[in-house]
């Protein structure tokens, strides 16, 4: 098949969540398909890295965007009435390269790959023609809308006001996007259930996976290093190190007065900077491998209280064979079983008393680690959940009626 992939952001290199699968159904389709790639620009480095695609890619359509054009954005959307996150992502002159690209190509399936992706269809002049016996598919990976309100949720004014407007204009984009595409696809059961207007039939669950060659098990290591890992500006993973390096870890530092705590991830904020003067944290910014910080660890802890989807930095951690200390947040979803696969805490103080003991007990972290990669090797291999993204390929399209552009 001829395939147009779609993806908000450029998916090379897997270095952080939604990059990592991304890249990983390219580089699947890319291996049975004759494979193009489309996608907004709003890095620099990303800017760079468009040139060299990975092996099977046949063409990549990009153009740029302002990069985090907050208030601009935020204007365009409350005058159009749109969802901030749509406006965003969205670039008239990649609407243009897209729509020539059509014409050349005429492809097979169209994949969205985050639900403002389907913008491009929407606003294409081919909608309505050179789409309408394509398949069409959208991967939502995590239901956005949910996201942004449990950020309104927690937020104050003014900002839980703009984040209740996202959450409900994007949950309209949602349920349009699903009604007008072939089918779609969520990063878990779970999150299947957060979808405005309740889960159907046309939301399939299909799990990430983990390279489990990269990402290879590791002997267990002496010594008291407990590691996060993560893009260190995005919310949930702030306010996770923010709770856990203020409000456990000196529970943790008083037992255990050796340990220290690793912040590991790029682009650390401010206040993420800051924590560098809690006695025993250490905050290491971009690393160049982030396997060698888990591999010294004896315990990876995510204590996330804002989590959608699956966590991929437990999931490397559990491939890795490490003991992981989760919240219920960053639990849900994981086909993990607590207390066989990795520990569960719900509080502060239960979190503390859980890695406290862990970092005691050799043995239990071992056989946590063990537990942990064999959970792993059984569930997330991404050659096998991928499979159902080719029987959807494989699938005919339905007879639509005529459909309008937005």
């Not at 250490?282 to 990876?300: N, S």
Request: with cysteine; aromatic share 8%.
């Amino acid at each position: 098949m001829r395939i147009l992939l779609l993806t908000h952001r450029l998916p090379w290199p897997p270095d952080k969540g939604d990059k990592i699968r991304s890249f990983n159904i390219l580089r699947h389709l890319a291996a049975a398909h004759e494979l193009h790639v489309a996608c907004p620009l709003d890095s620099a480095e990303d800017a760079q890295r468009q040139s060299s695609p990975p092996a099977g890619v046949r063409s990549v359509t990009t153009a740029p965007i302002p990069p985090r054009a907050g208030v601009a954005t935020l204007c365009r959307a409350l005058a159009g009435r749109r969802s901030v996150s749509v406006a965003h992502f969205y670039s008239a002159a990649l609407q243009q390269r897209i729509d020539a690209l059509v014409d050349a190509e005429r492809f097979d399936a169209y994949l969205c790959f985050s639900s403002p992706m389907a913008e491009y269809l929407f606003r294409s002049r081919h909608w309505g023609a050179a789409m309408q016996g394509a398949r069409r598919l959208m991967d939502f990976i995590d239901v956005d809308s949910h996201k942004w309100r449990q950020y309104a949720d927690e937020g104050l004014p003014p900002w839980s006001w703009v984040y209740r407007y996202e959450a409900w204009r994007l949950a309209e984009y949602e349920r349009r996007v699903l009604a007008s595409f072939d089918a779609a696809l969520v990063v878990s059961a779970q999150e299947r259930d957060y979808f405005p207007g309740g889960a159907t039939g046309q939301l399939i669950a299909v799990s990430n996976g983990v390279d489990l060659d990269y990402f290879a098990a590791a002997a267990p290591v002496p010594g008291a290093e407990v590691v996060f890992t993560g893009v260190m500006d995005y919310r949930p993973n702030v306010d996770a190190v923010c709770w856990f390096a203020r409000d456990i870890w000196p529970r943790i530092r008083a037992a255990v007065p050796e340990a220290r705590f690793w912040i590991v991830g790029s682009q650390p904020t401010a206040e993420v900077q800051r924590l560098a003067a809690v006695p025993g944290v250490q905050v290491t910014g971009r690393v160049p491998d982030v396997r060698e910080y888990v591999r010294r660890a004896a315990v990876c802890v995510a204590p996330l209280r804002i989590a959608r989807g699956l966590q991929n930095k437990v999931l490397e951690a559990m491939a890795m064979s490490r003991a992981v200390v989760a919240t219920g947040e960053a639990h849900e979803g994981l086909q993990a079983e607590p207390g066989r696969d990795l520990l569960v805490a719900p509080t502060d103080a239960r979190f503390a008393d859980v890695v406290i003991g862990l970092l005691g007990d050799p043995v239990r972290r071992a056989q946590l680690g063990d537990a942990a990669r064999r959970c792993v090797e059984s569930n997330y291999q991404w050659r096998q959940n991928l499979s159902s993204l080719d029987a959807l390929l494989a699938a005919a399209s339905p007879a639509r009626p005529a459909e309008r552009r937005s």
